[in-house]
């Protein structure tokens, strides 16, 4: 296994980091410019999740990471309930839904993974060593 040397080589931070550009593609194509209030709402979501993985990594402890993994999680089914929408008001065709809904998906199993790894851990993590 290589050594994590930060956030950045964590492979569900990346999942979420290209969920977080996707959006943004998304977002930059204009048509989510006729409904502010979703356009924001799927930068803020997407936004919140990398942010939180990345909060998480720096405390330094477990138990915080725990905390805000759920967090991520959170904001992951924040990021699907209006991409849900921007399809249904046709913001979005069914390829670029479908393909952001399985980064959802796959970034909250990923997310899910090392959450159930942490709880099983017996490291306490950096901050308490």
Not at 14 to 20: C, K, P, V, Y
């Amino acid at each position: 296994m290589s050594k994590i040397s930060g956030m950045e080589d964590l492979r569900f931070w990346q999942s979420a980091r290209n969920l977080a550009q996707g959006i943004d593609s998304l977002v930059k194509r204009g048509g989510l410019a006729k409904n502010k209030t979703l356009e924001m709402q799927l930068q803020r979501s997407s936004i919140s999740v990398v942010s939180n993985i990345a909060e998480g990594f720096g405390r330094g402890g477990n138990k915080e990471f725990i905390n805000f993994l759920s967090i991520a999680r959170g904001s992951l089914a924040e990021v699907l309930s209006p991409l849900i929408l921007a399809y249904d008001f046709g913001y979005c065709n069914e390829d670029e839904y479908f393909s952001l809904r399985v980064s959802i998906e796959n970034t909250g199993k990923l997310i899910g993974g090392l959450t159930r790894h942490l709880k099983n851990s017996t490291i306490t993590g950096s901050k308490f060593q």
